[in-house]
């Protein structure tokens, strides 16, 4: 198929590898190995490490990759996706030791930050290609997810408080502004009382004791 090669040994010896098409060989003396070259996804399920501050996360790890040497894959080694798989784990713990809780919540792609590299260099022998490892999950023990969750709580119930404080501050200021203009200008409270009074639903209540200008 186009997106496969096929390595042919003649008397267990590699002879050439075959491209998509037809192809003749003996069948008794020839052995075929076919190397699939389309892109793949490793998963690495959550593993517990611990950052540098001693706090213990658990971690998932996903990478895509593909063939690019179907000689390599195949005589290299015996699993060369277990090589893979290893050096993956080990290059998130390396990542994960050096940073502290707060970095690795903060910025998640902290965490993902050279991993990509490292896994390439530990298998480039192998005739694996490395297009990307990145930190998929981050999870927290129960106790500290709890407390991040208290944190965020009490983060928006401060925020909630200073714009109820922010909202209260600018009526006061607005009531200050008009008593203020009511002072300086009487004539415009007759002025408001008359717009009341225009109201039907609004009941007016004059003081005869009031002094008339």
Known sequence: MEWQRVLMYVDGQLRRVLDPGRHRYRARRTTLVTVDLRPRLLNVPGQELITTDGV????????RWQVADPVAYTGAATAPDQFLYAAAQEAVRDRVAGLPLEAALAERSLLSEGLTESVQAAVRELGIEVFDVRVRDLMLPGELRRAAMDVVVARERGRAALEEARAEAAALRSLANTARLLEEHPSLLRLRTLQVAADR????VLDPRAHAD
């Open 201 to 204: 639903q609004t009941t007016l």
């Open 56 to 63: 213990s996360v658990r971690v998932t790890v996903t990478a």
